[in-house]
Each structure stands twice: as structure tokens, then as C-alpha cells.
């Protein structure tokens, strides 16, 4: 089985995310739809005893699964808005993206010895 | 070609059960396919991801990002207009080019890192579906007996047609018919399955260094891809009977 961690550290995770989705809406994210059912299905779920429950395990692998989408568009986006969103770049940026400069010229442009 | 992003153009989004299952209403209209059906969704939990989806949009709607919607709407509409079982001959076809069974003969490191990472997996699968498969060097690849391919058909027919179009998605992102059935099968984790899915990638990542917006961008994609995939084959299979013959074992 996978190794997923602590179920309640999952759902410290995911309501960390609604709270960056939220963040955009401005409105608090307790009142949503996906908090409501988060929080009942994971008392729903929370047993007392130790024995490895199927259910329980396919629930935390649900979340844990949602978790890594929220959080992977999250940074997928911010890549996107910070390399791909702005269309063509510059010949000084693209150098830049590699880690190389344009040569200078001491003189100006059409400097010549 | 559809634009990759529109003005929100609604203020509210809402969850309403109708006849057909869950559907999602943005202000006072209801979410409709590109077909122009109505979008409804068979289980509460994916409705309710779909709705953040639609809600989590700022200004603009970016379609790109919202996977869950775009596999709902390709269940629905069905825009290929595949039966089941050309669905299930297309990721029982995979597995003639099953990532994980094609490996190389060097560098050294790599054979090494191909074998311990790769081989449990192979391993795990032939003891939980009672299948031959292996792997190959060759550019051929492994050949596949013809009962394995039965075994993997049977199995497969058991899934509906939502989660057999999720099934195909996320095949097609791993680009491994195994590591699916990791997931699908709550043997790995999407994080797993993504890193082993690209070894060879992140191994030449360890030789030659990371590229944030080449490498960290197609990671996060796939891991967003990969999510939705197995997140909608796990919800939409749930009531079906092959949760209960999991159970039982």
C-alpha cells in the first residue's frame, strides 16, 4: 500500500489550498461546498481502533490524491504565469533564462576600434 | 480552435441534484458540455471539485487548469463516439509499450536505477493479477502473452465508462498501463507514480541539473494531470462492483 503520512496532516494540506483558492474569491473558505465535505467526510472516516480499514485507507488516498492536484495547478499555474504567460521574451531574457549575458559593446552600439 | 481563457462571467457556483446525478449551476444558468448538454456528474464528491474548479477562477476562466471538468466533458459528450470495448482494447494496447517494460543497456546507473525501481512494481502487478509481463531491452519490447492481455481485458470491463475514459487519461499521461493500475489500486501514490514514470527524466535532472520553467513546469502539469485522472477513476467507480470484490479480499 501507499505510504501516504498522517490523515490529518493530508487535511492541514488540503484546507491550506482552499484557503489559497479563497484567497481569489475573497470569501472565507469555510463557507464552501469542498470545506463542508472535507471536514464531515474525514470525522466520518476518524476510527479509534489501530485495524487497517479499507475504506478509511481509500478515503485518505482520495484526499491525499486531491491534495496533489490542488497544489500541483497551483504551482503549474504561477511557472506558467512567470515563463509562458507573457509571450515572446527579449534577447536579454532569453539569454538570461540560461545564464548568459549579450556582449557589450564599450562604445555603444556600432562601436568600433 | 477554442480560446484557453475566458472572463469569469458568472458570480456564484452551486451544486443542484438532479435526475441524472449532481449538476453544477454558475449564478442561475447550469453548466452545459461543449456538445451543449447538460453537465451532470454521477457522484457529490466530484461535483463538489468540479464546482471549486469553476469557482477557484479570478478573473479569467482557465480552462487549462481544470482537469476533473474537462474529463466530465469528455465522458459525457463522448467526442471520439468509442464503445466500451475499444476503450479497453486502446489501454490494453499500452502495455506492448508500457514505460516501466522498456529499459536500457547503459549507462551502468541508469540499468541499475531502472532495475529496483521498476522491477517491484512489474512484480507486484503479475502477483495481484496473476500475469506474465516483464521487460526487455530490445526495441521491440517485452512480448506480452496472450493471457495477460486476457486477464487485463476481463479486469478492465468491470470499470464503467467514466472511469474507463479516466483510466485511458491517465495512461496516457504515465504513458504505463502498470503504474496506473498502482494507482488505481492504491499501490502508489501519484507523487510515486509521476517520479517513476519519468526516472530517466529525473535522472538526467541529477546528472545535468533542473530547469525550472522546462522541467518543474512539465512535472507540475503531470502531476495536476495525473491527479484528476486517478482522483475521477476512484469517484466514479465507487459504487460499482468492483469496489465490493476489493473489499472482500
Known sequence: MAALGSPARTLRGLLRELRYLNAATGRPYRDTA????????????????????????????????YLCLLSSIRQHVALHQEFHGKGERSVEESAGLVGLQLPRQPGGKGWEP | ???????????????????????????????????????????????????????????????????????????????????????????????????????????????????????????????????????????????????????????????????????????????SMLLTLGLIDLRLTVEQAVLLSRLEEEYQIQKWGNIEWAHDYELQELRARTAAGTLFVHLCSESSTVKHKLLQE
Not at chain 2, 476562466?61 to 466533458?73: A, E, P, S, V
Open chain 2, 1 to 175: 480552435v477554442p480560446p484557453t481563457e475566458r472572463k469569469r462571467f458568472y458570480q456564484n457556483v452551486s451544486i443542484s441534484q438532479g435526475e441524472g446525478g449532481f449538476e453544477i449551476n454558475l449564478d442561475h444558468r447550469k453548466l452545459k458540455t461543449p456538445q451543449a448538454k447538460l453537465f451532470t456528474v454521477p457522484s457529490e464528491a466530484l461535483a463538489i471539485a468540479v464546482a471549486t474548479e469553476w469557482d477557484s477562477q479570478q478573473d479569467t476562466i482557465k480552462f487549462y487548469t481544470m482537469h476533473l471538468t474537462t474529463l466530465c466533458n469528455t465522458s459525457l459528450d463522448n467526442p471520439t463516439q468509442r464503445s466500451k470495448d475499444q476503450l479497453i482494447r486502446a489501454a490494453v494496447k499500452f502495455l506492448d509499450t508500457d514505460t516501466i517494460c522498456y529499459r536500457v543497456e547503459e549507462p551502468e546507473t541508469l540499468v541499475e536505477l531502472q532495475k529496483n525501481e521498476w522491477d517491484p512494481v512489474i512484480e507486484w502487478a503479475e502477483k495481484r493479477y496473476g500475469m506474465e509481463i516483464g521487460s526487455s531491452t530490445s526495441i521491440m519490447g517485452p512480448s506480452i502473452p496472450t493471457q495477460t492481455r486476457e486477464v487485463l481485458t476481463s479486469h478492465l470491463s468491470s470499470y464503467n465508462m467514466w472511469a474507463l475514459q479516466g483510466i485511458e487519461f491517465v495512461v496516457a499521461q504515465l504513458k
Open chain 1, 34 to 65: 469542498a470545506y463542508r465535505y472535507l471536514v464531515k467526510a474525514f470525522r466520518a472516516h476518524r476510527v479509534t481502533s489501530e485495524k487497517l480499514c479499507r475504506a478509511q485507507h481509500e478515503l485518505h488516498f482520495q484526499a491525499a490524491t
